[in-house]
């Protein structure tokens, strides 16, 4: 997604939630946090994980169009957890990507995965609506934020005890790091030409603090490739088209995961 892009998402969101705000204020948000159940921990579910899936549930891209239109947020992520996923990516952007936070509240009783709420985080409106709809992690992307306000939404997320996603395209990205990120996700998407490099995660790997679980993100397609990222070091592989393209996305999971151990 080209910066062009990444600016337009970035102001519809704004305006988008003030939309929302109007609608459900914080304070209604936060009066209903006292019944959320316990986080799933999604970092320690990925370091205990034998292969580190976190599968997601996407229906549309900016650079593909249409993936999966009729994905079905009660019946896809069940299966994705059956197949053996370690954790669960659910796209919440309506206008891009055809998601809702609607679809994690679908999921939600469907699952015990840890479930990361997959959007254009910017406000800590957006991390009680991650909260309450039952989501266990957030994701922030540094394109999208400044160092300053990547780490008080960090510092919120987990006061809200919400584990912290942090994706980073860029070696000068590393800035972004802080105390409060719990795994660093490396986009091998380009974010000028939508080109997808897994060799991205490997250049930058040697560049990333070790106390952090690591992730890669974007355009893994091989389990040999997933093989290799596992010996740089990265324990989470997201992985989200190349399972919802297909006509049963449990099924092409479970036999990815076949393949990686086959091939460990």
């Not at 055809?98 to 409106?125: H, M």
């Not at 160092?147 to 800035?175: F, G, W």
Request: proline content about 3%; some cysteine.
């Amino acid at each position: 997604m080209n910066q062009d892009i990444l600016t337009d998402i970035i102001a519809h969101k704004r305006k988008e939630l003030e939309a929302q705000e109007a609608a459900v204020s914080a304070s209604f948000l936060e009066n209903h946090i006292g019944n959320i159940a316990a986080t799933r921990s999604m970092k320690e579910s990925l370091l205990s994980s034998s292969t580190g899936i976190i599968a997601e549930f996407k229906r549309r891209s900016p650079s593909k169009g249409w993936i999966n239109r009729e994905a079905d947020a009660s019946v896809i992520p069940h299966g994705y957890e059956q197949a053996g996923a370690a954790a669960l990516s659910i796209l919440t952007d309506e206008m891009f990507f055809g998601g809702s936070l609607k679809d994690i509240r679908i999921a939600r009783p469907t699952v015990n995965l840890p479930i990361l709420r997959k959007d254009f985080i910017i406000s800590r409106y957006q991390l009680l609506q991650a909260k309450v709809a039952q989501a266990d992690a957030v994701l922030l992307i540094a394109a999208a934020l400044t160092p300053d306000e990547c780490k008080m939404l960090a510092s919120e997320a987990h006061e809200l005890q919400l584990e912290v996603l942090l994706e980073l395209h860029r070696e000068e990205e590393l800035e972004y790091i802080n105390d409060h990120i719990d795994m660093i996700g490396i986009n091998n998407r380009n974010l000028g030409t939508f080109h997808t490099d897994t060799e991205n995660s490997f250049r930058l790997a040697e560049k990333l603090p070790q106390d952090k679980v690591l992730v890669s993100e974007s355009g893994i397609s091989q389990a040999e490739t997933v093989v290799k990222l596992r010996e740089a070091g990265f324990r989470g592989f997201l992985i989200g088209e190349n399972f919802m393209k297909t006509n049963h996305p449990e099924t092409a999971l479970s036999q990815f995961i076949h393949h990686i151990h086959s091939a460990l």
